[in-house]
């Protein structure tokens, strides 16, 4: 499971105005700085049990209950152990940028919990800031 964050590459180069490798290499530095903004953007709204479509669904009653005998909240945060959004990570070349779980047990149980309370992506607002950020990040 993973979110693509893609470039515009001409309207790089026409900002930056660098070329070749420099280009590259600053243009990469902005990708993973975005990225990892990313990662921080979807574990703090999560942490508030809201994804990107809005506040997350509540857990079942067996499940509530399960949580709280094992003396965790019972609003949903997706957050039981912290492995599975800790295990998140970021990638980059000079043309796109990944957000990624770096363990397949974590990211089969992103993929399930996504399912029922997306949170993994950005909504137009969150991608808004994003672009700011990256572009911010190229000066």
Not at 46 to 73: L, M, N
Not at 112 to 128: A, C, I, L, V, W
């Amino acid at each position: 499971m993973q979110v693509k964050i893609n470039t515009n590459a001409k309207e790089i180069a026409k900002r930056v105005g660098k070329k070749g490798k420099e280009l590259s290499a600053s243009v990469k530095r902005a990708l993973l700085i975005t990225a990892q903004q990313g990662v921080n953007v979807i574990q703090d709204r999560t942490a508030k049990g809201v994804g990107y479509k809005g506040a997350f669904a509540s857990y079942t009653p067996e499940y509530a209950a399960f949580r709280s005998e094992k003396g965790r909240g019972t609003k949903p945060d997706l957050n039981f152990t912290g492995q599975m959004l800790g295990a998140m990570t970021v990638s980059a070349d000079s043309k796109k940028a990944e957000i990624f779980f770096s363990r397949a047990t974590e990211s089969k149980k992103a993929a399930m919990n996504d399912k029922k309370r997306p949170f993994f992506g950005f909504s137009d607002q969150e991608e808004r800031q994003l672009g700011k950020i990256f572009f911010k990040a190229l000066k």
